[in-house]
């Protein structure tokens, strides 16, 4: 809810601050108080237009501040913090401040949390925070989608069933949508899809002529840098060959021989000593270890005699033509591999055009079939929940000085979408006979504001916002009349927080808190006086005095007095 609303050189207000609480918040205030500047101040919270004919007299700027507290994980929290700002958290909600400022120039400014936003941030937000009736801007469930929106919600909770309804409704809708795109893509690129598939032929006809074996360049680039050093691969053997055993390449002593004359040294004197012995039989494995080797190096010195002096031109003509593909298609023979496995899925997607279009057609045929009848039972369900919310409002309205008065709520064909097939539109019949017209047309300001406060007590339950404000909903009325529009506006408190301008006593007197908008004039050296307003909470006895004043223009009247007191009991009793 709101918690208070800080208002600076707006109008005839120099500088107050509006206390509000939850539950019913009026406030009154002789002609020209400046009370109208109220609605003008959240107008601004809310991003609507600026005026600079607002800004007070003198004044550089006009501000308009409110702060806000919100449950954890409200939508109008998360889009504050996308675009920066700072909130206050504390257990189970957070606190944020919204301000506007307007230059006497006509230049506007906005800030969310502390931190400057665009002006659009701040509609962004008021439509989830608060719903403005006021005598020439009616804000809420005056577009049809937000009159849908209404009407499922309350439709939710007339009739248990529509939500299933609505959701395998959603659900075919879905299906449907997805196979059509999917069908008019196959219809409309068919000569792209022609060109990719012939394009995916050629491309698998080269690689396949080819036929890359997995890790094959890898491979192939080993064997090419061997066969390219086999003279010193050759020498490097051999001579190693020789190292080990001297007497097949030449005199000298040799590593075979010299482990074979220290083995024989140690196993002389290895009955003398375990370690020693061990170390004999350590040796001799050694001596085993080196023939096994010396063997090695002659078969590999003979197998680089095997490799015919053309195979290196055979591996290098085959590395050329995997260098092709590697360039053309990935950036070694693997991803080679994987981008033809997977261009021969895409290539069967792609020729089986036919087969697909044909799937596709006898799914949208019986989609639609399906579709129609969810509809259909989706409209049903919207009718019988309009006709019992058009009684219920209408009933309403008879109670709020609008006797004659209908709400219509119209539901026609049209096309399918995600919603269901039907247009819903809010109509009011004013008189008997007469032709409903749209919500805001035929109707007078406050005419329409009684319309949209029986429209809100009705929708209160399933479809509110935290706060509601109604500029003098209770124009032209009077009376009873007026009892039951304070009635209806403590009702609605229950559910939301509310704020009525109201010049009725009746209204008034059914208030949680009280808030007074008065008038002084201060005059200047030139002898002309400069009007400025103050905004304060009343208390019990300053809450008599100003009914008093609502009543007979005689705040100390005590007949007056007594009639407030009497208006504030029965106001009491009819509110619980």
């Known amino acids: 809810m709101i918690e208070e609303i800080r208002i600076r050189d707006l109008g005839v207000i120099s500088e107050s601050t509006l206390p509000l609480g939850p539950g019913l918040s009026v406030v009154s ?46 939508a109008a929290l998360k889009r504050a913090q996308e675009a920066g700002a700072d909130v206050d958290e504390f257990d189970g909600g957070a606190q944020l401040i919204l301000a506007r400022t307007v230059s006497a120039d006509g230049r ?74 999917e069908l008019e893509l196959l219809r409309t690129s068919s000569r792209e899809r022609l060109r990719e598939a012939e394009s995916l032929t050629a491309a698998l006809a080269e690689i396949d002529a080819v036929s ?31 190292a080990l055993i001297a007497e097949d390449y030449g005199d000298g002593q040799d590593a075979v021989t010299l482990v074979d004359t220290a083995k024989r040294l140690l196993e002389g004197v290895a009955d003398a000593d375990d370690e020693l012995a061990e170390t004999a039989k350590r040796v001799s494995e050694v001596g085993y270890l080196l023939a096994d080797i010396a063997r090695d190096l002659v078969g590999y010195a003979t197998s680089l005699d095997s490799e015919g002096p ?54 949208l045929a019986g989609s639609l079939v399906e579709l129609a009848a969810r509809a259909a039972e989706v409209t049903k369900l919207r009718r019988a929940a309009a006709e019992k919310l058009s009684r219920q409002v209408s009933a309403e309205l008879k109670a709020l000085a609008m006797p004659d ?85 403590a009702m609605l408190a229950r559910h939301v927080q509310v704020l009525v301008v109201t010049h009725l006593p009746q209204v008034a007197a059914f208030a949680d808190q009280h808030i007074l908008v008065t008038k002084s004039s201060v005059s200047k050296n030139s002898g002309a006086g400069i009007t400025t307003s103050n905004v304060r909470l009343l208390n019990d006895e300053e809450r008599v005095r100003e009914l008093a004043r609502m009543l007979a223009g005689q705040e100390d009247s005590a007949t007056a007095q007594a009639h407030a007191k009497e208006l504030l009991a029965d106001a009491r009793r009819g509110a619980a």
């Not at 890359?212 to 060959?241: F, I, M, Q």
């Not at 819903?424 to 919500?439: E, V, Y």
């Open 310 to 363: 053309g195979r290196l031109s055979e591996v290098e003509d085959r590395r050329g033509e995997l260098a092709v593909l590697v360039r053309k298609y990935a950036p070694n023979i693997d991803g080679v591999l994987l981008w033809a496995e997977q261009a021969r899925v895409r290539l069967n997607e792609l020729t089986d055009d036919s087969g697909r279009i044909e799937k596709l057609e006898t799914e």
């Open 212 to 242: 890359p074996l997995p890790a094959e360049d890898e491979v192939l680039k080993a064997e090419a840098v061997k066969l390219g050093n086999v003279e010193e691969l050759r020498r490097a053997s051999l001579g190693a060959h020789e």
């Open 405 to 489: 008065a209908k709400l219509v709520i119209e539901i026609t064909p049209a096309e399918r979408g995600i919603h269901g097939a039907d247009d819903i539109a809010f109509l009011l019949q004013p008189h008997a006979g007469s032709l409903p017209r749209p919500l805001g047309k035929g109707a007078s300001g406050g005419e329409l504001s009684r319309v949209m406060l029986a429209l809100e007590v009705v929708l209160a339950t399933v479809d509110p916002v935290p706060t509601f404000v109604f500029d003098e909903v209770d124009s032209g009325v009077g009376g009873k009349a007026a009892v039951e529009i304070g009635r209806r506006l």
């Open 29 to 74: 205030g002789e002609t020209g108080a400046g009370k109208t500047m109220v609605v003008t101040a959240v107008g601004l919270l809310l991003g609507n237009r600026a005026d600079a004919g607002a800004v007070r007299n003198g004044a550089k700027s006009a501000s308009a501040e409110a702060t806000l507290t919100l449950p954890a994980g409200h």
């Open 108 to 181: 506007s400014r906005a800030h969310v949390g502390g931190r400057s936003a665009p002006i659009g941030v701040l509609t962004e937000l008021g439509e989830t925070l608060v719903a403005v009736h006021g005598q020439s801007d009616q804000i809420r469930l005056k577009n049809p989608a937000a009159q849908r929106e209404a009407l499922d919600k309350f439709a939710a909770e007339a009739q248990k069933s529509f939500p299933s309804a609505m959701a395998s409704y959603s659900g075919v809708f879905g299906r449907w949508k997805a196979a059509q795109a």
